[in-house]
């Protein structure tokens, strides 16, 4: 069975810092697809980044990049430069490539930016 | 990406009555998923909306509690029925291409927050 592990319920880091999310997975599918998601106090879900089972290289899409340690199953989001518009939560996502389409959603990790 | 919307954006309802949720996509897309959010939790997927046929849906949910509609490519609806305060969530709608189980990305809609009083 799929499962996503987020075990920081919340995070604080000062502006213009760098903070890790850290985020496990557990999966006996060789293909699969994991993502990360911010949602601000607005609630929408907003996509972050996508690293799938099969890239050589970290996924990094402007401050965000995916720590990607396939061998230990995680998928760590690095937010470099930290803005108060970055505190949210954060979700981490997987898809297995024999499940369809269905996409498990970690728990959440809170983040608090301070100024 | 697409450009999700939905309507409305929070409602406050009363014990008992029925709410219909509407999510609009500015293009075609192949699947279409309504996922429920509960105070302080993640997301759980309710059902995969499918166009022109009943929706797949997760288990804990029934079509006589959350009846979807999916009548083209770009629109559906889901009703959240006979609410009772435990209903009282985020409502997110999600679309993606279909053409890849693991690379494919969900994008959201802004969500429907919903009080049951």
């Known amino acids: 069975a799929q499962k996503i592990t987020q075990t920081q319920p919340g995070m604080f880091v000062q502006e213009k810092e760098a903070v890790t999310l850290d985020c496990t997975y557990d999966t006996s599918d060789p293909s699969y697809g994991l993502f990360w998601y911010k949602q601000p106090s607005s609630g929408e879900m907003i996509f972050l980044i996508y690293?799938?089972?099969?890239?050589?290289q970290n996924a990094t899409e402007g401050r965000y990049s995916l720590n990607f340690q396939k061998a230990r199953k995680s998928a760590n989001l690095v937010i470099s430069a930290s803005q108060l518009g970055d505190s949210a939560m954060y979700f981490c996502a997987m898809r297995e490539g024999s499940g369809g389409f269905k996409t498990i959603f970690g728990a959440g990790t809170r983040l608090f930016v301070k100024a | 990406s697409a450009v999700i919307s939905q309507k409305p954006s929070r409602d406050i309802c009363q014990r008992g009555t029925s709410l219909t949720i509407q999510c609009q996509v500015d293009s075609q897309v192949t699947m279409m998923f309504w996922y429920r959010q509960q105070p302080g939790q993640s997301l759980t997927l309710i059902a995969t909306a499918n166009q022109g046929s009943e929706a797949t849906y997760e288990s804990g949910f029934v079509i006589d509690k959350f009846p979807i509609s999916r009548p083209n490519l770009t629109f559906s609806t889901l009703t959240v029925s006979n609410m009772s305060p435990e209903d009282s969530s985020i409502y997110l709608c999600?679309?993606?291409?279909?053409?890849?189980?693991?690379?494919?990305?969900?994008?959201f809609g802004p969500g429907t927050r919903l009080t049951v009083l």
């Open positions: 999600s679309v993606e291409r279909g053409h890849d189980t693991s690379t494919d990305t969900q994008y």
């Open positions: 690293q799938g089972s099969y890239d050589q």
